[in-house]
């Protein structure tokens, strides 16, 4: 969702063709590593937007390609996008693949709790070293947002790498809890009493 | 090639009922050229490890190589000779005598290592320059931010072009700004002006800084992580040999 809001704050700016649109999305979001988006995902949001009248496309005469086309902002595409811009935004961290492997380390007879929290630690460290060390080559006079942009992903690292510290200092205590069960229902006929 | 060796190191304080062991045989190779972080929780013996590595303190078992010299059987005299030439210290809170300008600072190891002070203070303002402070050579430690009195404190760890760098905790008195300075002054000690580094902090945006990471808990070391690609990549193979054996 967020690409098509920023596409719509893009052609906000000034009225540009599909791959200009694509660049310069590009380039605000911090690079192709940052965010990778294809030209046809582009092309698909810039559809969609059309059909529902928050851009407008005019093509020039002398040519039937699809693709080639100037797009331009619409009242209502205006509106969206001031409504996007008000609202505060959440992003997900629970969704954690960590979190997970931890959870069933304690199912698993096999599994050390202890290791995977070494192993998780050290990726982390590892990451956290590489944008560091891209950080401190980027230029703060003309490459700001990406450091800012390396700013939040340092400091998400060390939120996750002190989260893993306080799981390591109560390992023993969530071992010794009961690991949470669903709750199952019998199945097929009750049986008669 | 190693420059820190230590083998079977212990350290315990107290008698009896009141005996803490502080370290419990902590083996340890750094090799030369090696920006090293010691991390673990408060009390896990990180900076009794430094202090036994500086000669600061005895163990209680155990033997210290520095430069494959066994430190342990030193005299007080050969001691303080090798912590003056070979190791630079640098502390949480600077330790910089507060009526000495920078530059006299800066000169001070030299100085009680009886250089001139004409020859050991244009040393050490070369040392200022290159840490960006040679434009306050004259400035008394009070006249200087916490950063800046770090610098200094750098510069008079690096005066005596010493082996080593040993850092204690040297961010933890300073805002995140001059904390990324400060890391990498002592990353450029070792990828530009070849030191060995091995520093102390809690803090893991700094120990990111470094190219491996010790990790101590109740006085033995649990893990130990290579950061850089190439090296990390190295030992990881390594590791899977020793493994597979």
């Known amino acids: 969702m967020s690409v098509r809001y920023t596409l719509l704050g893009l052609l906000a700016q000034q009225s540009r063709y599909g791959y200009e649109l694509r660049a310069a999305f590009i380039s605000l979001a911090g690079g192709e590593e940052a965010w990778e988006v294809k030209p046809a995902q582009i092309y698909t949001t810039l559809n969609r937007m059309l059909e529902s009248g928050l851009v407008d496309k005019s093509t020039p005469e002398d040519t039937s390609s699809d693709e080639k086309g100037v797009y331009s902002i619409t009242a209502s595409g205006q509106k969206e996008l001031a409504q996007w811009l008000d609202e505060g935004s959440l992003d997900d961290p629970q969704q954690d693949a960590f979190f997970l492997k931890l959870m069933l380390s304690l199912e698993l007879p096999d599994v050390d709790p202890t290791r995977l929290i070494q192993t998780q630690r050290s990726a982390l460290y590892q990451e956290l070293h590489r944008i560091t060390t891209v950080r401190t080559k980027l230029d703060p006079h003309t490459e700001l947002a990406r450091i800012l942009l390396m700013d939040k992903a340092t400091m998400h690292l060390e939120a996750d790498l002190r989260w893993l510290d306080i799981i390591e200092a109560r390992l023993e205590e969530v071992k010794s809890q009961p690991v949470p069960h669903p709750e199952m229902r019998p199945?097929?006929?009750?049986?008669?009493n | 090639m190693?420059?820190?060796?230590?083998?079977?190191?212990?350290?315990?304080?107290?008698?009896?009922?009141?005996?803490?062991?502080?370290?419990?045989?902590?083996?340890?190779?750094?090799?030369?050229?090696?920006?090293?972080?010691?991390?673990?929780?408060?009390?896990?013996?990180?900076?009794?490890?430094?202090?036994?590595?500086?000669?600061?303190?005895?163990?209680?078992?155990?033997?210290?190589?520095?430069?494959n010299k066994d430190i342990s059987k030193m005299n007080d005299n050969d001691l303080t000779e090798l912590r003056r030439r070979k190791m630079g210290f640098v502390f949480q809170f600077y330790?910089?005598?507060?009526?000495?300008?920078?530059?006299?600072?800066?000169?001070?190891?030299?100085?009680?290592?009886?250089?001139?002070?004409?020859?050991?203070?244009?040393?050490?303002?070369?040392?200022?320059?290159?840490?960006?402070?040679?434009d306050r050579l004259t400035h008394r430690p009070d006249q200087l931010s916490g950063g800046q009195?770090?610098?200094?404190?750098?510069?008079?760890?690096?005066?005596?072009?010493?082996?080593?760098?040993?850092?204690?905790?040297?961010?933890?008195?300073?805002?995140s700004r001059a904390s990324d300075e400060i890391a990498t002054l002592l990353h450029q000690a070792v990828s530009e002006w070849g030191r060995?580094?091995?520093?102390?902090?809690?803090?893991?945006?700094?120990?990111?800084?470094?190219?491996?990471?010790?990790f101590l808990k109740d006085g033995r070391v649990v893990d130990d992580v290579l950061l850089e690609g190439e090296k990390a990549e190295n030992t990881r193979l390594l590791k899977e040999k020793v493994d597979r054996l």
């Open chain 2, 2 to 67: 190693a420059i820190i060796e230590v083998k079977n190191l212990s350290k315990t304080y107290g008698e009896g009922s009141t005996k803490v062991t502080a370290l419990n045989s902590v083996n340890l190779v750094i090799e030369k050229g090696q920006f090293v972080t010691v991390m673990g929780p408060s009390g896990c013996g990180k900076s009794t490890l430094l202090h036994l590595i500086g000669g600061l303190d005895k163990p209680s078992d155990g033997v210290v190589l520095i430069d």
């Open chain 2, 196 to 214: 060995t580094v091995l520093m102390v902090t809690h803090d893991p945006r700094i120990a990111a800084y470094a190219d491996r990471i010790v």
């Open chain 2, 149 to 175: 009195q770090q610098r200094v404190a750098i510069a008079r760890a690096m005066v005596s072009e010493p082996l080593i760098i040993l850092a204690d905790e040297p961010t933890g008195n300073l805002d």
């Open chain 2, 95 to 134: 330790n910089l005598i507060p009526v000495l300008t920078a530059e006299e600072n800066a000169a001070l190891p030299l100085v009680l290592d009886g250089v001139k002070m004409n020859v050991a203070g244009a040393r050490a303002a070369e040392w200022l320059e290159r840490n960006q402070m040679g």
């Open chain 1, 187 to 192: 199945r097929g006929r009750p049986t008669k």
